[in-house]
């Protein structure tokens, strides 16, 4: 029983270094991909300028709000 256990803590480790070294990898890829295409960095900069806009409208209906006070 006690091989058992230490088998399955070995496995989930080995399985947990593969998965972090798997995810570094695709990273570096993505970044290599990245780095070479005009397009990919033009979405980013798209995405976040949209999630910003999101952000200021939210804001002021908050402030809008705030002064119009409770009803």
């Given amino acids: 029983m006690v091989k058992f256990i230490l088998f399955v803590v070995i496995s989930f480790l080995v399985m947990r270094m593969v ?10 890829f993505r970044a290599e991909g990245s780095g070479r ?29 705030e002064r119009k006070g409770p009803q």
């Fill in 19 to 28: 998965l972090r070294v798997l995810r570094v990898g695709v990273r570096f």
């Fill in 37 to 65: 295409s005009e397009h990919g960095s033009a979405s980013r900069s798209a995405g976040r300028q949209i999630e910003e806009a999101d952000y200021e409208v939210i804001d002021s209906h908050l402030n809008d709000n």
